[in-house]
């Protein structure tokens, strides 16, 4: 059975610090990682990591995939009270859309 | 671009009871997927629509159904309806496989 697993649960930081959030996952059948945030209901897209050790950047947001190491991280620079959220990473297979979630880390940051 | 919109926002049923979900996918995509979302057991896959054919199915009791439309548009059904059926139910297009899926705000299902 497909796992994800993300770390930590939830994390504290406050404003202008770098967090890093890890997503480690076992597949039968990998094709792609990909990072949402959910901040109310609907997740939004963040990255979608195909090759290992391609960084995908987005402003403040950076995400590097390990393929060998079967992980992901997702960095937040200078972090910002609208960054806190869950962060949900999630692993797609060879054939079709069916998405296996991590349990997410929830992100709050203090002013 | 419209996004992904799920109707109705929010549904309080009692138990016993069936529901129907609707969800309208963004313009050109193909694909939609069902998801559940409860603060236990997080997100999990229901099924996925690819051009009207279920194309994969998630470990979810046969009282889970959907069906897709030859527009995309796509409807998840619940019958007789449990108290743990109380989660968000989201909906994600996407062009294609493999592609990133776009989600939309979700309907909210109490069951009382």
């Known amino acids: 059975e497909d796992k994800v697993v993300q770390s930590p649960l939830s994390l504290v930081v406050h404003e202008g610090d770098t967090v890093t959030l890890n997503c480690s996952y076992e597949?039968?059948?990998?094709?792609?990682l990909l990072w949402y945030k959910q901040e109310k209901k609907a997740p939004t897209f963040l990255f979608m990591l195909?090759?290992?050790?391609i960084e995908k950047k987005s402003g403040r947001l950076s995400s590097i995939l390990d393929k060998k190491e079967l992980s992901s991280i997702l960095n937040i620079t200078a972090t910002q009270t609208g960054d806190s959220a869950i962060y949900l990473c999630a692993v797609i297979p060879n054939a079709g859309n069916m998405l296996t979630f991590g349990g997410g880390t929830r992100l709050m940051v203090k002013p | 671009k419209a996004g992904v919109t799920q109707t109705p926002r929010y549904l309080i049923k009692t138990r016993g009871q069936q529901v129907t979900l609707s969800c309208s996918p963004i313009?050109?995509?193909?694909?939609v997927s069902w998801y559940q979302q409860t603060p236990g057991q997080g997100l999990q896959f229901l099924f996925e629509?690819?051009?009207?054919?279920?194309?994969n199915k998630g470990n979810f009791p046969g009282r889970f159904s959907g069906r897709q439309f030859s527009n995309s548009r796509s409807e998840m059904n619940v019958s007789t309806l449990e108290l743990g059926d109380s989660a968000l139910y989201l909906c994600?297009?996407?062009?294609?496989?493999?592609?990133?899926?776009?989600f939309g705000s979700g309907t909210q299902l109490s069951v009382l």
């Open positions: 629509y690819f051009s009207e054919t279920q194309r």
């Open positions: 597949v039968t059948n990998f094709r792609s």
């Open positions: 195909t090759s290992s050790g």
């Open positions: 994600a297009s996407s062009p294609a496989a493999n592609e990133k899926l776009f």
């Open positions: 313009s050109g995509h193909r694909s």
